[in-house]
């Protein structure tokens, strides 16, 4: 008998934030004008004091360019979908009793793309409204997948599944519709987005997104041992007593407002969420208290990764990260879906 | 002594002032009733009670009676689930149902036989699972707790099945093991819902042994949702009889356990008598009337459950 400790989930979230950093290292030096470690290594060194003293000038200006202004904030924006997308996957699967939920097959992001586009298209002024409708656009999603899963007022996993794939496809006609509106010149862009691409910056200050990716990790995080319990059965939670409607609210909502983080400034990233929470679970147990940063930290480590051989795989051309995600991610799924069954 | 002796003493003391005073009634449901209302899916209005009983510190009560006649609603009323529409349930003074969801799972325990895991747990991460209503923000289980879980699996005599996985046990491991999480909340009210469903005979007689001589180690009260008539005659103190949603008989075994009533309640031709510790024993009659009572009063129970339904 090994309980879980505070200790032994900070040694895990350190050593997955120590690979995360030799992988943000890796991803600066590589691409179109390679730069070497050392130099990557002294240009962040220097980049961390000057945030402090505020002297800019010790670091060569090409350096400061490609790592500051082009490499870190696209690695910025992979971190921050992929602990995204990894948590609310690892929500969703504790709260619908579902190995095989995430947002991208249960449909959420379609329905947060949708939101997304739909702010593209009538609500270009306001940068907020972006997030704001992704959000709204998840939450209904997933309000609407929980209630057709159901079945005989029990959630039913094949059910749930169907529900999830036939929203995403309703939602990606009214997706096409909605293009098809739009000039020649946005299509592209729009198309690539929607593969799941960061090669597009926001249009927000990257730390209001970080601020909004903590608080909604956070939140969810409280209710950690909570969804252990939930695992086991809503009833036998609320036996033990979890309030379990206060959970599924905290956790419905932070999980859609990941989601629409995540696809706002990203485009809809498949498996993520999926693949993730589970190849943790398989290194170090299935407790959600360990579960959620880890996931956070993996899929971060996942998506910088992904997004580095996207860039330099078909080079000097980029493939959109979604591209690469649902390439390792789809036989993947598979696999789990066939031992679940046999 | 023998458990049944143990029993018979213990049975007899509370009929005193004294005994009275040492052991007062602990759990007391009164008059108590409730309604399913119709939603679109369900059939007709199902009504349970009134139904009246108690029990005090280390008293078994079973609920027996056909399918459908309302045993696991009565479950749900005792522990606070759902609120009794009318009358009174109350655990030493307080309804269950009032209680806040922590207080609550501190004082009553439910073992629910469907219990499927999504991921697989070691079975003393689900022991400790026990501990959850005594932790507090994220609940990082301490030595205390885990000395409990550790003490809840000696006592179902499990500590062999610590470390294993809970998809990997046997049925009546798993039962040992999910009895072991509800002990680790040191419940004053324990609750099972046909505890011996997939155990066999031997496993049947040894879960009742058990929660009998837990009852004494652990001091709890049990609500026992059953179908076997007989282990409920030989191990229970009182025995609630439903049907039909109808409390038809409650009280001790040889008083409720009367051959017309029962006959009547379960749609079967029966005889009952007196095993070799005085408790009565059902006997199926007909075509095998010298077979094992144990044997037919299996068969006896699978069949009047589907008939019930129209006639009640």
Redesign the interface.
């Known amino acids: 008998?090994r309980?879980?400790?505070?200790r032994r989930i900070a040694w895990i979230c350190a050593g997955l934030g120590a690979v995360l950093f030799l992988i943000v290292v890796f991803s600066l030096e590589v691409g179109a004008f390679p730069i070497s470690v050392t130099d990557v290594v002294q240009t962040l060194l220097r980049g961390a004091a000057a945030l402090f003293t505020g002297r800019w000038d010790t670091i060569p200006p090409s350096d400061k360019l490609i790592v500051f202004g082009l490499r870190l904030p696209r690695i910025a924006l992979g971190i921050l979908v992929g602990a995204a997308l990894s948590v609310s996957g690892a929500s969703f699967?504790?709260l619908l009793?579902?190995?095989l939920a995430d947002p991208y097959v249960l449909g959420v992001s379609s329905g947060a793309a949708l939101g997304a586009i739909c702010s593209l298209v009538w609500l270009t002024r306001f940068p907020w409204t972006m997030q704001a409708l992704a959000f709204v656009g998840a939450l209904l999603t997933i309000t609407a997948v929980y209630f057709l899963g159901r079945r005989?007022?029990q959630l039913d996993s094949t059910t749930l599944l169907l529900a999830g794939i036939i929203a995403a496809s309703f939602l990606s006609a009214i997706i096409m519709f909605l293009m098809t509106t739009v000039s020649g010149r946005d299509l592209r862009g729009m198309a690539f987005w929607l593969m799941g691409d960061l090669a597009t910056p926001p249009a927000l200050r990257m730390r209001f997104l970080f601020i909004v990716l903590l608080l909604a990790i956070g939140a969810i995080y409280?209710t950690?041992?909570d969804l252990?319990?939930i695992?086991?059965?809503e009833?036998?939670a609320?036996?033990?007593?979890?309030?379990v409607a206060r959970v599924k609210l905290v956790v419905y909502v932070g999980a859609s407002l990941l989601t629409g983080l995540a696809v706002s400034v990203s485009g809809a990233i498949g498996y993520v969420g999926l693949l993730i929470p589970h190849v943790i679970?398989m290194l170090f147990?299935?407790?959600y208290?360990l579960l959620i940063p880890a996931s956070a930290l993996g899929g971060a480590i996942a998506v910088c990764l992904a997004d580095t051989l996207a860039r330099t795989i078909v080079a000097p051309t980029e493939l959109p990260v979604g591209a690469m995600t649902a390439a390792i991610g789809a036989p993947v799924f598979i696999y789990l879906l066939r031992r679940r069954l046999a | 002594m023998t458990p049944q002796e143990e029993t018979a003493t213990r049975n007899a003391a509370p009929d005193t002032l004294a005994g009275w005073m040492q052991n007062p009634v602990r759990l007391l449901v009164e008059q108590a009733s409730y309604a399913y209302s119709a939603t679109a899916a369900a059939a007709p209005n199902f009504t349970l009670g009134p139904v009246t009983f108690s029990a005090r510190q280390r008293e078994i009560v079973g609920i027996l009676g056909p399918n459908a006649s309302g045993k696991s609603t009565l479950l749900r009323v005792v522990a606070g689930e759902v609120k009794a529409l009318s009358g009174r349930v109350e655990l030493d003074g307080r309804a269950p149902g009032d209680l806040p969801l922590r207080d609550r799972a501190q004082r009553i325990a439910i073992v629910h036989q469907e219990s499927n895991l999504l991921f697989p747990l070691r079975v003393w991460e689900y022991v400790l699972q026990g501990r959850y209503p005594y932790g507090r923000r994220l609940r990082f289980e301490n030595e205390a707790d885990c000395l409990m879980a550790e003490k809840a699996l000696a006592q179902v005599g499990a500590e062999a099945l610590t470390e294993r996985r809970m998809d990997e046990l046997s049925g009546g491991e798993r039962q040992r093991v999910v009895l072991a999480r509800a002990l680790a909340q040191q419940p004053q009210l324990l609750l099972l819902d046909e505890p011996t469903r997939y155990l066999d005979i031997g496993g049947k007689v040894e879960l009742m042994r058990r929660l009998r001589r837990l009852s004494e180690e652990n001091r709890y009260t049990a609500v026992v949702v059953t179908h076997e008539l007989n282990l409920a005659a030989e191990f229970f103190d009182a025995i609630v009889l439903l049907q039909g949603g109808k409390c038809v008989a409650a009280g001790k075994p040889e008083d409720v356990y009367r051959r017309n009533l029962l006959e009547e309640v379960f749609k079967t031709p029966l005889e009952v008598e007196r095993s070799s510790s005085g408790r009565p024993r059902v006997i199926l009659r007909g075509e095998s009337n010298d077979q094992a009572a144990e044997g037919d009063s299996e068969n006896a129970k699978s069949e009047p459950g589907g008939t019930n339904k129209n006639l009640s």
């Open positions: 008998m309980p879980l400790t505070p699967q504790a009793r579902n190995p005989g007022g409280t950690a041992s252990n319990l695992l086991t059965g009833r036998e609320h036996h033990l007593g979890v309030n679970r147990g299935s407790d208290r």
